[in-house]
């Protein structure tokens, strides 16, 4: 399941347990839509975890 990357806050985790280490994978999947040129590109993603 992917989700579009936005402006608005977003749940990565649901249904979790809580406590301890609780480890986590993200997956990209990047279709840009533009014609770029073949070349190495980098972005930059920001997360910040709270509890609710």
Do not use: C, E, H, R
């Not at 977003?10 to 533009?34: C, D, E, M, R, S």
């Amino acid at each position: 399941l992917y989700k579009s990357l936005g402006a608005t806050a977003a749940n990565l985790i649901t249904g979790a347990t809580y406590g301890g280490n609780q480890n986590f994978t993200v997956k990209y999947k990047a279709t840009p839509g533009f014609a770029y040129p073949a070349g190495v590109y980098s972005t930059d993603v920001v997360y910040t975890a709270t509890q609710q």
